[in-house]
């Protein structure tokens, strides 16, 4: 083990809360489950609070103040609400994690309305409902993170997902923005886009389509969700410290 490494403290995060959305599952169970190994104290939030319960209790198990909440996250006041109530429970809010996110795959001409009227809703207006219902108490605290999951298709574009590529392309300039607007009173605003995970969002997509996405990644496999728990565990902690308005990119290499 190098000096660097044995300098690191064991659980860097130990104080702080924070808040991940669409905790229920996939990368944001596994979001939780980590910033909560790190030794924050989680607020798990998905739909219904029922479903995040599983992923609060297994913080619960490596944590101290892990909690399940349930609100739809593109429901502007009620995020509103939400975000005080987090705040007044954990303590205040230190990180935030915007992963909440849903598609409607189609192509350009056969998509409706609805199918892109609710995936910006969700992932576009989702994102921003959070970023600006905590930014204020974060600010005032001048200090914290803003993690928002946005996706490598919202830089490279993709086939019959104009409707999540836009959400997701806007997610990326919602956090340069918000990076410009904010880090001056000491939060960093960051983004993730992830490339093909493994989850229940890609686990529909056919044996034969799979199998040429996997093709096309240079690591030759598809990821993992604690491979994007990572990325955000080291936003979250003192590396992400001086990195602000980013977007890193977890694909194996896909948009290479
Ligand atoms: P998933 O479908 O397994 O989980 C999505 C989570 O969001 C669930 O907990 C769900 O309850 C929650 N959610 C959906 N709509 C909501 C709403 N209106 N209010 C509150 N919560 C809501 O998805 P997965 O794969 O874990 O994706 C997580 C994030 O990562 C999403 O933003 C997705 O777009 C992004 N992503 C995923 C990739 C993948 O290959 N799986 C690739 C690139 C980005």
């Known amino acids: 083990m190098s000096d660097t490494t044995q300098s690191?403290?064991?659980r860097p995060l130990e104080g702080k809360a924070a808040l991940v959305t669409g905790a229920s599952r996939g990368i944001g169970r596994a979001i939780a489950v980590h910033l909560a190994e790190l030794g924050a104290r989680v607020a798990c939030v998905a739909t219904r609070v029922e479903n995040a319960e599983p992923t609060a209790s297994a913080c619960a198990d490596l944590t101290d103040g892990a909690r399940a909440y349930g609100v739809d996250v593109a429901?502007?006041?009620a995020v509103a609400d939400?975000?005080?109530?987090?705040g007044g429970d954990l303590g205040g809010i230190d990180i935030l994690v915007n992963n909440a996110g849903i598609t409607r795959d189609q192509l350009l001409m056969r998509m409706s309305e609805d199918d892109f009227d609710s995936v910006i809703n969700?992932?576009?207006k989702g994102t921003w409902n959070f970023v600006k219902a905590a930014a204020r108490p974060l600010?005032?605290?001048g200090s914290g993170r803003i993690i928002n999951i946005a996706s490598v298709v919202g830089v490279t574009g993709n086939a019959g997902q104009a409707n999540y590529a836009a959400s997701k392309a806007g997610v990326i300039g919602l956090t340069r923005s918000a990076a410009k607007e904010l880090s001056g009173r000491g939060v960093a605003v960051n983004a993730i886009a992830p490339g093909f995970i493994e989850t229940d969002m890609?686990?529909?997509i056919p044996e034969n389509e799979r199998a040429k996405l996997v093709s096309a990644i240079p690591l030759s496999r598809m990821g993992a969700s604690e491979e994007i728990a990572a990325a955000v565990g080291f936003l979250a902690g003192p590396g992400g410290a001086y990195i602000t308005g980013q977007t890193l990119i977890v694909d194996g290499g896909l948009s290479l």
Do not use: Y
Request: aromatic share 0%; proline share 5%.
């Open 82 to 86: 939400l975000v005080k109530q987090v």
């Open 8 to 10: 690191q403290p064991a």
């Open 122 to 124: 969700v992932n576009l």
């Open 139 to 141: 600010m005032k605290a």
């Open 202 to 204: 890609t686990s529909e």
């Open 75 to 77: 429901d502007h006041g």
